[in-house]
């Protein structure tokens, strides 16, 4: 079984890739929704966050999403807190999600991160695919979702750079096109990997 992360930074296109990937049979591992999972059942992590950043991150209960997103943004320690109390936690379901699907006898999975290289998951991958794009298109596709210029430019400089990623990537999808062109690249990335597994 090969296990691929497929990563890039926020407005780049990774979860059109992702889609892609899917329709050609592969599993997909989607960080964000693991991560959603944990804020919402996992207890100890709820203590810890409740710890680090009070109680104003609650809401009828539970870890609100949005307000603990307001705590950290921009806030570079703050973050690095919330990573190192959410990535460890994310990478064991990972891995277990993993396991799972090689019992199963599955071929490919594709671990969806955008922090795979910042969180260290890149250790738990077979190959990477790094999705990129030029800024300028980022803050375009960010602006289409309602996020104004100055938090588009926070979030992506908050993530590493498509240059640092490019050096540790196997395979590299330049999405400055079309959604029907980044379909392609990825379906050309996806036969490359078929016909390349090791």
């Known amino acids: 079984m090969l296990v691929i992360g497929l990563t890039g930074g926020v407005g780049v296109g990774k979860d059109e890739a992702a889609k892609v990937l899917k329709r050609h049979g592969a599993e997909i591992i989607d960080a964000d929704k693991t991560g959603h999972r944990l804020l919402e059942k996992n207890r100890e992590l709820y203590k810890r966050l409740i710890e680090i950043f009070g109680n104003k991150i609650v809401s009828r209960k539970k870890i609100d999403r949005k307000k603990l997103g307001a705590a950290v943004f921009g806030n570079k320690k703050k973050l690095a807190q919330l990573d190192k109390a959410i990535h460890p936690l994310m990478k064991k379901e990972f891995q277990k999600e993993i ?24 250790k738990i991958v077979d190959k990477i695919i790094l999705v990129a794009a030029s800024k300028t298109l980022r803050i375009k596709r960010l602006n289409k979702r309602g996020i104004d210029r100055k938090k588009a430019l926070a979030m992506i400089s908050s993530q590493w750079s498509d240059a640092v990623k490019k050096k540790k990537s196997d395979f590299i999808i330049n999405n400055n096109s079309s959604i029907g062109d980044l379909r392609k690249k990825v379906e050309y990335t996806f036969r490359q990997i078929r016909l390349h597994p090791n």
């Open 99 to 122: 396991a799972v699907y090689r019992k199963q006898g599955k071929k490919l999975v594709i671990l969806n991160a955008a922090v795979l290289f910042e969180a260290g998951w890149d």
